[in-house]
């Protein structure tokens, strides 16, 4: 069993740069790959960001592209969401996953097939 515990998320303003963290319990984290995904406030839960097990691929939504970094630190057990230049548009609450299945091939863009998910920090830009 996989625990996901994120943190980082605050008030920012628009342009300002915020990094998530998402901490994992399973000393075999490393053999997940990890996504994130955000739900704004009326909408669904939509694909941020994810990260291969290797850490060799990744896989952005259109919306963050060029904006958000996904990364980790297997050491550290930690996966991470840099995100720069931060919109109004961005406000949601983030949640990190893990992939149901170690050593996955690629990565999932879509919630089917995370089968572990942290409960969320909530990020809000003012503009």
């Known amino acids: 069993q996989v625990q996901l515990v994120e943190s980082g998320g605050g008030l920012v303003q628009a342009g300002d740069s915020l990094r998530l963290s998402c901490a994992a319990s399973?000393?075999?984290?490393?053999?997940?790959?990890m996504g994130w995904f955000r739900r704004a406030p009326g909408k669904e839960r939509e694909f941020v960001a994810a990260?291969?097990?290797?850490?060799?691929?990744?896989y952005y939504a259109d919306s963050v592209k060029g904006r958000f970094t996904i990364s980790r630190d297997n050491a550290k057990n930690t996966v991470y969401l840099q995100m720069n230049s931060l919109k109004s548009e961005d406000t949601a609450v983030y949640y990190c996953?893990?992939?149901?299945?170690?050593?996955?091939?690629?990565?999932?863009?879509?919630?089917?097939?995370?089968?572990?998910w942290g409960q969320g920090t909530q990020v809000t830009v003012s503009s």
């Open positions: 996953a893990a992939d149901q299945t170690k050593y996955s091939i690629g990565v999932r863009t879509t919630v089917v097939g995370y089968g572990y």
């Open positions: 399973e000393r075999t984290f490393s053999s997940y790959a």
């Open positions: 990260i291969s097990w290797t850490g060799s691929s990744t």
